[in-house]
């Protein structure tokens, strides 16, 4: 098995930031795991990890605490694969402040690269499994000297070359704007291993319109963090928006 990722995500490694372990959303520990965490009444079922009043994961304690033995759910946080006939492929969720510092960290293009396993432990990574999936429908030719297009598949090989060839036309769709370097890595990872087109009857299209709703989204964050901090854009505004509009892209479907 392939694993893809986009080279500027090829670094991830967990920081201990802990805004996952805090961020109070319920986290499901298998069985087999949670014997080896700490004995408890939510131990018999699996059930969740159990959290404070305010939240926070009772084993987020200067770091993970169990970190040898959590639970699936955070060892694959904050990865989000897709897996088709072509290989599992790795994306991340920017709403982890280390994903997103990664953004403005990179130096050079933007390229599709293969990788390790983001979850070693396991044979598959948890994700959308596409493998059963047609690829998209080639999209119509613009010639003019081109008849009606009749309908027909691309091969996995000119989809991957599709998603390359869009990459290249970000910088186009973000202009001059402040930080365009970091914000075309944002939306690459947007476009590539996207969701959208295996949700969405249009295919490509679907990919493209999933990509400039996030731009929109970003842009509205952006210019909410600037009127809230009552300065001009700089980075940790810009950090702070991609993070709130990944949470919603991402964690709240």
């Known amino acids: 098995m392939k694993y893809f990722w ?3 995500h090829l670094s991830y490694r967990c920081r201990d930031v802990g805004a996952c372990c805090t961020a109070g959303w319920p986290i499901p520990v ?3 795991r949670a014997v080896l965490i700490e004995k ?45 006939p072509r290989g599992v492929h790795v994306t991340l969720s920017h709403y982890c402040p280390t994903a997103a510092s990664l953004l403005f ?39 003019p ?6 309908a027909a598949l691309m091969s996995w090989e000119e989809f991957a070359q599709w998603e390359r060839d869009e990459l ?3 910088p186009a769709l ?19 291993a996207s969701w959208a087109m295996y949700e969405d009857d249009d295919g490509v299209a679907a990919v493209r319109k999933y990509v400039r709703a996030a731009y ?16 001009p854009l700089d980075a940790a505004i810009l950090l702070d928006a991609i993070r709130r509009v990944d949470f919603g892209l991402f964690h709240l479907r």
């Open 6 to 8: 986009l080279n500027f």
């Open 30 to 32: 298998e069985p087999e």
């Open 40 to 84: 408890g009444e939510w131990l018999a079922a699996g059930g969740v990890l159990p959290v404070t009043e305010s939240g926070e994961c009772v084993f987020h304690q200067d770091g993970c605490a169990v970190y040898e033995h959590r639970p699936l759910s955070c060892m694959h946080f904050p990865y989000v694969c897709m897996i088709d």
């Open 105 to 143: 960290e990179h130096r050079g293009p933007i390229e599709v690269v293969e990788g390790p396993s983001p979850v070693p432990l396991l044979e598959m990574p948890e994700g959308l499994d596409a493998r059963e999936s047609l690829p998209p429908l080639r999209e119509p030719s613009e010639s």
């Open 145 to 150: 000297r081109s008849q009606a297009p009749r």
């Open 168 to 170: 290249k036309t970000l």
């Open 174 to 192: 973000i202009g001059d704007a402040p930080f365009a370097d970091v914000i075309e890595r944002y939306l690459a990872a947007k476009l590539f």
């Open 216 to 231: 929109l989204r970003l842009r509205e964050e952006m210019e909410l963090g600037v009127l809230a901090a009552e300065r």
